[in-house]
């Protein structure tokens, strides 16, 4: 049984920092590409970054880049998402996603296997 959980939500102030993990287990992590996506209330689910299954290629949306960074462990069957100079637009349930077939991608059609989110809240 494939599990995706995230982890290392919580509040924060604007302009702070969090770092969310997502563990991986029931599947063959280095063999997909992993995304985060994230969902504010209200709001259609969105792409926030992706991220190849050697590490080597990275996709951001256009909000987040220059502050948010993609990475994982293999070793670890990880995921995370460094996330800096917060701002309360960032504030949504973020959740990890991982892709069998191709590369990084923002449609979230293309992912086979969801977590069940964790709550980012940035207070101003």
């Known amino acids: 049984q494939v599990q995706l959980v995230e982890s290392g939500g919580g509040l924060v102030q604007a302009g702070g920092s969090l770092r969310l993990s997502c563990a991986a287990s029931?599947?063959?992590?280095?063999?997909?590409?992993m995304g985060w996506f994230r969902q504010a209330p209200g709001k259609e689910r969105e792409f926030v970054a992706a991220?190849?299954?050697?590490?080597?290629?990275?996709y951001y949306v256009d909000s987040v880049k220059g502050r948010f960074t993609i990475s994982r462990d293999n070793a670890k069957n990880t995921v995370y998402l460094q996330m800096n100079s917060l701002k309360p637009e960032d504030t949504a349930v973020y959740y990890c996603?991982?892709?069998?077939?191709?590369?990084?991608?923002?449609?979230?059609?293309?992912?086979?296997?969801w977590g069940q989110g964790t709550q980012v809240t940035v207070s101003s």
């Open positions: 996603a991982a892709d069998r077939f191709g590369g990084p991608k923002s449609s979230s059609a293309g992912y086979d296997y």
């Open positions: 029931g599947l063959s992590f280095r063999n997909y590409a």
């Open positions: 991220l190849s299954r050697s590490g080597g290629s990275t």
